[in-house]
């Protein structure tokens, strides 16, 4: 090999292990960054507080857990809203079978709630919540859901439906773990999922996109 292509051959390697080591450096930052986003998103779930919300025109909860619409169902009985709407039902899922998932409230089942079988993700909730709060003419509403999901609920929901009042109505379980989520692999997981949605759906927003 010519000493011109050896010192070409060195530029490359060099210029190959410069690159690496950018890229190396970028990663361990980002790795960082998001370690720190999710220790800080956990506190704040840490924090928030299953507090008596204001009556609202409607309530709005998000399918997922049983807790949730017991607690939306609560609210309901309570008179905090006029209408419920559990956004995201299975279409294996009539009304029937969640009267005698919920039994006793059969008369509040037929007078106040209704169903939405179109949304398949929390964009679609929003969406969703956005058709019944307008077809019904409510102008504030309470949105009941699980307290690691409110953060890219309200993003969501607040995108989608400019001038409606958004109440939060965070829903803990009661064998969930959250001041103790790095102890807890599932809550674990679920929270950094959880974390690195919301930083998607923030970006998303940011640059004007809407969901899907």
Known sequence: MSEEGTRSTRFFSGSSREFLAVVFRVAILALVAIFIGVILFARSLEKREQRDP?????????????????????????????RLVISGVNIHAPMEALKRRWPGRERLFECCVDLDYQARNTYGNAVEARRWAQGQGFRSIILVTSSYHVPRAMLEFEYAMPGVSIQPYPVVPEASKINRWWQDPTLFRIIVFEFLKYWAASIRHTLGFSGG
């Open 54 to 82: 204001t009556p609202a025109d409607g309530i709005v909860v998000l399918t997922g857990g049983a807790d949730r619409i017991n607690d939306a169902l609560l609210l309901l009985e309570r008179g905090k809203g006029r």
